[in-house]
Nanobody, 121 residues
Framework: QVQLVESGGGLVQPGGSLRLSCAAS????????MGWYRQAPGKQRELVAT???????SYADSVKGRFIISRDNAKNEVNLQMNSLKLEDTAVYYC???????????????WGQGTQVTVSS
């Protein structure tokens, strides 16, 4: 099982920046597809950004040009740099990992516990 622990959330003013980090367990982190999701009160969880093992990234339209996802395979870590934050970015942010147990054709998903990001003046 892959375990994920997020950190870096907090309170920030509109226009400010925050950096979220997610530390992952497992020997084969470089093979995982990593992602960040968020869930605002009363809303469904939505995809924010993903990064595959080769380093290609994708972003939700709402965060393109403001957020940057990156990974450090040596540290088993994925990060989300959030710039020009808006009120509507307020949510609980969750890290996730898609990974395949060795010898299995199945892909499993693990989730972190979430970290609160609040954008407020």
């Amino acid at each position: 099982q892959v375990q994920l622990v997020e950190s870096g959330g907090g309170l920030v003013q509109p226009g400010g920046s925050l950096r979220l980090s997610c530390a992952a367990s497992g020997r084969f982190f470089s093979d995982y597809t990593m992602g960040w999701y968020r869930q605002a009160p009363g809303k469904q969880r939505e995809l924010v950004a993903t990064i595959v093992s080769g380093g290609s990234t994708s972003y939700a339209d709402s965060v393109k040009g403001r957020f940057i996802i990156s990974r450090d395979n040596a540290k088993n870590e994925v990060n989300l740099q959030m710039n020009s934050l808006k009120l509507e970015d307020t949510a609980v942010y969750y890290c996730c990992a898609d990974w395949r147990p060795r010898g299995s054709p199945s892909v499993l998903r693990s989730w972190g516990q979430g970290t609160q990001v609040t954008v407020s003046s």
